[in-house]
T-cell receptor, first 113, second 115 residues
Framework: SQTIHQWPATLVQPVGSPLSLECTVE??????LYWYRQAAGRGLQLLFY??????ISSEVPQNLSASRPQDRQFILSSKKLLLSDSGFYLC????????????FGPGTRLTVL | AQSVAQPEDQVNVAEGNPLTVKCTYS??????LFWYVQYPNRGLQFLLK??????LVKGSYGFEAEFNKSQTSFHLKKPSALVSDSALYFC?????????????FGKGTMLLVSP
């Protein structure tokens, strides 16, 4: 069966420090991968999506970037964190066999101080 | 662009009573609609979806949703609420952007079930 992992689960970082959040998917190949941010425990904002290795599209210009170095790995990064980057970051994927459903990872809680 | 609206920030019900969480949609073409549930500090879990077919869709944990085309609604329902159903519920619609598929989510409705 397919599973999705996110690391770390929680993170507290100072303003201006770098960021790297990792998402990995098991049990599937060539998934479409997504990064969402959930602020204040509410709505989800799509940040990035990727349809393949090295292919990244950004939905909202901001302080973050994404990379996909391997088929089942999706990384969210920042060179210098802002206070407004705090939130709950969710990775998701869609498989070719169920192209309409998105499956979500457990999330990473980021607090920028 | 496709969109969904969840008009209630919070819904309160007593355990054992029926519950309804409302969702309306605005789409061009046929809607693909979804419900997800989120427990505190967890990822979203898929509950059910409507793609085509019967207007009443049955999903996980005893939840169901009714697709109503004339009212552009997709309300989530359960005949008898449990305290453990307390969580944040999201309605979503499939959105096609530049040839790829994603989901556009509502702002969420907090369901609180009291003992």
């Amino acid at each position: 069966s397919q599973t999705i992992h996110q690391w770390p689960a929680t993170l507290v970082q100072p303003v201006g420090s770098p960021l790297s959040l990792e998402c990995t998917v098991e049990g599937t190949s060539n998934p479409n991968l997504y990064w969402y941010r959930q602020a204040a425990g509410r709505g989800l904002q799509l940040l990035f999506y990727s349809v393949g290795i090295g292919q990244i599209s950004s939905e909202v210009p901001q302080n973050l970037s994404a990379s996909r170095p391997q088929d089942r790995q999706f990384i969210l990064s920042s060179k210098k964190l802002l206070l407004s980057d705090s939130g709950f970051y969710l990775c998701a994927w869609i498989s070719g066999s169920t192209p309409n459903e998105q499956f979500f990872g457990p999330g990473t809680r980021l607090t920028v101080l | 662009a496709q969109s969904v609206a969840q008009p209630e920030d919070q819904v309160n019900v007593a355990e054992g009573n029926p519950l309804t969480v409302k969702c309306t949609y605005s789409v061009s073409g046929n809607p693909y609609l979804f419900w997800y549930v989120q427990y505190p500090n967890r990822g979203l879990q898929f509950l059910l979806k409507y793609i085509t077919g019967d207007n009443l869709v049955k999903g996980s944990y005893g939840f169901e949703a009714e697709f109503n085309k004339s009212q552009t609604s997709f309300h989530l329902k359960k005949p008898s609420a449990l305290v453990s159903d307390s969580a944040l519920y999201f309605c979503a619609v499939r959105d096609m952007r530049s040839g790829y598929s994603t989901l556009t989510f509502g702002k969420g409705t907090m369901l609180l079930v009291s003992p």
